[in-house]
């Protein structure tokens, strides 16, 4: 499956931004999907994640901020951030569990 995120942009901080992941291919409704971040000079972080049933986790900074869902008839997975921080900046990255990456969406916000 191939991944294309969209969405980012720059943002002051306490806004909000909506990361759209389109998956190509037909195993759409067969994967889960995660989303993950990396800040300069920083490891990549998980963010969060969403089962082929739709069940979803988010770490611990982003509980009550980050929301993520699917859409199986659009093949879309979003990461719905709100209330967002400047320590949130970073070049955000979608995953399938098959081991797909997208190519990333920067999200920066600003203080």
């Known amino acids: 499956v191939q991944l294309v995120e969209s969405g980012g942009g720059l943002v002051q901080a306490g806004g909000s931004l909506r990361l759209s992941c389109v998956a190509s291919?037909?195993?759409?409704?067969?994967?889960?999907f995660a989303w993950y971040r990396q800040a300069p000079g920083n490891k990549r972080e998980w963010v969060g994640g969403i089962t082929i049933g739709g069940s979803t986790m988010v770490v611990d900074s982003a509980k009550g901020r980050f929301t993520i869902s699917r859409d199986n008839a659009k093949n879309t997975v979003y990461l719905q951030m709100n209330n967002l921080k400047p320590e949130d900046t970073a070049v955000y990255y979608c995953?399938?569990?098959?081991?797909?990456w997208g190519q990333g969406t920067q999200v920066t916000v600003s203080s």
């Open positions: 995953k399938s569990n098959s081991g797909s």
């Open positions: 291919g037909s195993t759409f409704e067969i994967n889960g």
